[in-house]
């Protein structure tokens, strides 16, 4: 098998969504927020951004974090939302699946019974849900996967991510997003400006699983360089 030269892939942008506050970091853009509803909002009220999923309403929490975690992402890369579709790839993991979902639909179904239960609860059961409504609605067609506390964490991730790069797609976006906060990075192959060494932040993101552990991890290998 033909080894993957990391050395032509880039990390172009990145995002984090928390309680509080919103970042592009590679424009140094930091707004504060109530929520992941509203850090979407501030990008249309920028005029960067307009328009909602048909389905906004009826997203789960995590799903909220993660596709404002992947607009931001993609607006700090200058990966633009076009009309059409785009060969675009999707990772996400987190430390807890889909509990909360699974959680409320039992709920909902306990307290509701069958027949006035709320079905639509049902697909937010499914941990690749997230990733897989980002790619409906920006229109990607690159491969959309999800992987539960990978013993990698995010540095492993990111490797299998950056094999895929090489052939299949056009930029891949890696997502850690648990029901209140959202981290996401943009990677291409040889294009654009580079945001972090590759190599060097795969390294230092091997099994972190968390978007706090990401983060402290990227200040300490940030610290002193003003890139954070």
Not at 149 to 160: D, F, R
Request: charged share 20%; with cysteine.
């Amino acid at each position: 098998m033909m080894k993957t030269d990391f050395n032509s892939v880039s990390i172009t942008g990145m995002s984090f969504i928390l309680k509080d506050k919103c970042c592009a970091v590679g424009r140094r853009m930091l707004f504060s927020c109530s929520d992941a509803k509203d850090a979407c909002r501030i990008l249309e009220t920028q005029g960067i951004f307009k328009g909602q999923p048909k389905n906004w309403g009826r997203f789960d929490q995590v799903s909220l974090t993660t596709y404002a975690a992947a607009l931001w992402a993609c607006f700090d890369a200058g990966l633009p939302f076009a009309q059409e579709k785009r060969r675009v790839g999707i990772v996400g993991f987190n430390q807890q699946g889909a509990l909360d979902s699974n959680l409320a639909f039992f709920t909902d179904y306990v307290n509701a019974g069958r027949n006035s239960a709320r079905s639509n609860l049902f697909v937010y059961t499914l941990p690749t849900t997230p990733v897989a409504e980002v790619a409906l609605f920006c229109g990607f067609t690159g491969p959309v996967w999800y992987m539960y506390q990978p013993l990698g964490g995010a540095g492993q991730l990111m490797e299998e991510a950056a094999c895929v790069l090489k052939d299949d797609v056009d930029a891949m976006l890696v997502i850690c997003a648990d029901s209140q906060e959202a981290l996401c990075f943009v990677m291409q192959n040889g294009k654009g400006k580079e945001l972090f060494p590759f190599s060097l932040v795969r390294e230092h993101l091997i099994g972190k699983t968390s978007v706090r552990e990401i983060l402290q991890a990227l200040d300490m290998l940030s610290e002193g360089a003003g890139a954070m």
